[in-house]
């Protein structure tokens, strides 16, 4: 196998399955959504048989297109929430290092803040000051996940900013936006999109959370933390297929993202794998 | 001496400074909040046969019509004395609730804490030591399962098995039901708390055990322990004394900072498991706009946080004679 494929090949067609499968979720789960509230009372309890994989709840709706459905909102939520976290992230961390002084000090002190209290809480928190719901969830975990990636983003202009080249870059008498852009910003691309990705996981991974506990989603909707949090008063009856199936397919959406990010890192910054 | 004291110094007033920022963005958050206290909970159906003068009691009771700048003021003043108001859902000072499941939370997180700790080091030294090997593999594969699973779902995972199963440990609760408290044994308490332990421990150890294997494996390819090698010791022994003291120090920064983590693990075990303890609090006081008692456990819950991360930062320095001198310069 060696010699027919590389290592760049093999990630980019594993990164290209992970993005295909994810999309194939996406997709089902979206399509799937009426099929989802469906009830049907002769078909309560059902475990896991040929015509319903994942088998039945107590009203007799379809645990496969519940939790597609689920998962399918799970992955659309974990895109926003990702994205604004990392234009946050983005933008603070760039500002502090490039500004410097006070404005470095005080966003410095935010970030210190910010990972202070606790993630779930914090989330909770933000979501209560929005009125749960969509807007809750999508803001508490928008608002909580850009501190890491804030750091790194830090770090590494401030790292830039005193590199060789950029410095030569500015006795040449580039402007200064001229060199943000074409010596700073190609940088700090493949750091930026690699942080971004492996963003999703913490994102999807709180939403659920914060949805079980009952920040989030609201319970008419199929959300993986809804299906959760109802399947606990079924679990001591027995009805394992409530809670088995539901939190392992959000565990392999987890695992994909994952990947999905592993794989970038090696083809953006195949050094640092190597190592 | 002088600049380590001048050192803590710093450090304690900027985390008062943090804790500020954090009771007053939490507050903040909380009166931003268009949930109304009245409706979540007494009810629209009740709500709609009382009186006006009965609304306003009420109103005036969950304090919806104050200015949030006076009331936080008035919440401060009290906190500095060290009184943190009363809990509106459980009609109790909110020091001495906290107090309560502060106890029952921080056995369970202690244990998790120091756990994880202790297991992530070891499977991380082992996963270094044998790089690339078989158990190298197993254990990162463990590693990867294990942070990609929701908290949550592990905790109702193990309760199916060992509790609805096998029925070998209790499904739920800090103690036996419908036993006098005064008849609860000790083997009782730790009986119920082994799941919600097991679970917290379980997913605190991916971050250490990576952690601990790439340091490992940054000291394995220097240039002492090519010399170490070269004056013929033994493996074992080269782990031992250059490996573990060297990946000691980092790991007990990062076991320090993950208490955040475990705090909000707890939050999410205990609330699986019915655990009466701090996570489980903040849970019903967030959904029951109980204001007082959310501020209260978010204040408490930084506060341990931030000695946590100071710990971290004293004990580099106790332990690492360069770092001490680099304060001591700068």
Known sequence: ?275 | MKHRLLFTGKKLIRMLLLLLGVSLAAFLLMSASPLDPLQTNVGQAALGTMSQEQIDRLEDYWGVNDPPLQRYLGWLGDFVRGDMGTSLLYRQPVTQVIGQRLQNSLWLMAFAWLFSGLLGLALGLLAGANRGGLGDRIIRGYCLLVSSTPTFWLALVLLMVFAVWLKVLPAGLAVPVGVDAASVTLADRVRHAILPALTLSITGVPNIALHTREKLIDILESDYVLFARARGERPAAILLRHGLRNVALPAITLQFAAISEIFGGSVLVEQVFSYPGLGQTAVNAGLGSDLPLLLGITVVSAAIVFCGNLIADLLYGVVDPRIRRGAARA
Request: positive net charge.
């Open chain 1, 1 to 275: 196998m060696k010699g027919i494929i590389n290592g760049r090949q093999r990630a980019l067609a594993l990164l290209l399955l992970a993005l295909v499968l994810l999309c194939a979720v996406t997709a089902a789960g979206a399509l799937l959504s009426d099929r989802a509230m469906v009830t049907d009372f002769s078909r309560k309890n059902l475990p896991p048989c040929l015509s319903s994989l994942f088998g039945t709840d107590w009203m007799g709706r379809d645990m496969l297109s519940r939790t597609l459905t689920g998962l399918s909102l799970s992955i659309r939520i974990g895109l926003l929430t990702a994205a604004v976290s990392a234009a946050i992230a983005l933008a603070l961390g760039a500002g502090s290092a490039l500004l410097g002084g006070w404005a470095d000090s005080i966003i410095s002190w935010v970030i210190d803040l910010v990972m202070g209290i606790p993630h779930i809480l914090l989330v909770m928190l933000i979501s209560l000051a929005f009125g749960k719901g969509f807007a809750g969830v999508t803001a508490g975990v928008a608002l909580s996940h850009w501190t890491s990636l804030a750091r790194v983003v830090r770090g590494e202009v401030l790292q830039l900013k005193g590199a060789p080249y950029v410095l030569a870059a500015g006795r040449l008498g580039q402007s200064r936006r001229a060199i943000l852009r074409r010596h700073i910003l190609p940088h700090l691309l493949p750091q930026f999109l690699v942080g971004l990705v492996l963003l999703f996981p913490h994102a999807i991974l709180h939403e659920a959370s914060v949805t079980f506990l009952g920040f989030g989603l609201s319970p008419e909707q199929p959300a993986i933390g809804v299906i959760l949090s109802e399947s606990m008063s079924y679990l001591t009856t027995g009805k394992w297929w409530l809670a088995v199936f539901p939190g392992a397919s959000l565990v392999g959406v987890v695992l994909l993202f994952a990947l999905l990010g592993d794989q970038l890192r090696r083809l953006l910054d195949p050094a640092s794998v190597h190592m």
